[in-house]
T-cell receptor, first 112, second 113 residues
Framework: AQSVTQLGSHVSVSEGALVLLRCNYSSSVPPYLFWYVQYPNQGLQLLLKYTSAATLVKGINGFEAEFKKSETSFHLTKPSAHMSDAAEYFCAVMEYGNKLVFGAGTILRVKS | NAGVTQTPKFRVLKTGQSMTLLCAQDMNHEYMYWYRQDPGMGLRLIHYSVGEGTTAKGEVPDGYNVSRLKKQNFLLGLESAAPSQTSVYFC????????????FGEGSRLTVL
């Protein structure tokens, strides 16, 4: 079965600092990988996804993620954090049957 | 464009009561899903459907039933609610293509006393 591990349930950065949210996956086949964001009291919104094209994937709001097969990682980054980035972020891997398996989530706090 | 709509958004039940959550999508998607979200556990799949008239179990199906009588609707039922079912429930839909995006509703917060 596929699984996803997100390192760090809470990450705190200063406004303007680099954002790095870590995600490692386990998959027996080349994976489809996703990052979703959830703002308070809202549903999940797709940030970006990897579907075996370019290993560096650019998403919305200045986020990007790099797929590294050798490290089974798909870390999410943003060069400069903004207050509006405060949210919970979920990494997910798609398994057979087009079902998403989610990590536990990382809450990002942005300090002014 | 409504996307995925869930009703109700909030509900409080007593242990043993029953209820149904309704999910409706207007994107003509084949696949629909029900997830529950609990703190520190991410989202876990309860049941899903790959088309009208079909349903299948996910990771945590016990205590829930589902039906997909119409393509646009996916119902999640709790026959006898338990406090362990206190959670936020999310419905999602997709075209069912490999690597295709799941579109989520805004969630339904259920409290079982």
């Amino acid at each position: 079965a596929q699984s996803v591990t997100q390192l760090g349930s809470h990450v705190s950065v200063s406004e303007g600092a680099l954002v790095l949210l870590r995600c490692n996956y386990s998959s027996s086949v080349p994976p489809y990988l996703f990052w979703y964001v959830q703002y308070p009291n809202q549903g999940l919104q797709l940030l970006l996804k990897y579907t075996s094209a370019a290993t560096l994937v650019k998403g919305i709001n200045g986020f990007e993620a790099e797929f590294k097969k050798s490290e089974t990682s798909f870390h999410l980054t943003k060069p400069s954090a903004h207050m509006s980035d405060a949210a919970e972020y979920f990494c997910a891997v798609m398994e057979y049957g087009n079902k998403l398996v989610f990590g536990a989530g990382t809450i990002l706090r942005v300090k002014s | 464009n409504a996307g995925v709509t869930q009703t109700p958004k909030f509900r409080v039940l007593k242990t043993g009561q029953s209820m149904t959550l309704l999910c409706a999508q207007d994107m003509n998607h084949e696949y629909m899903y029900w997830y529950r979200q609990d703190p520190g556990m991410g989202l876990r799949l309860i049941h899903y459907s790959v088309g009208e008239g079909t349903t299948a179990k996910g990771e945590v199906p016990d205590g829930y039933n589902v039906s997909r009588l119409k393509k646009q609707n996916f119902l999640l039922g709790l026959e006898s609610a338990a406090p362990s079912q206190t959670s936020v429930y999310f419905c999602a839909s997709s075209l069912g293509l490999d690597g295709g995006e799941l579109f989520f509703g805004e969630g339904s917060r259920l409290t079982v006393l």
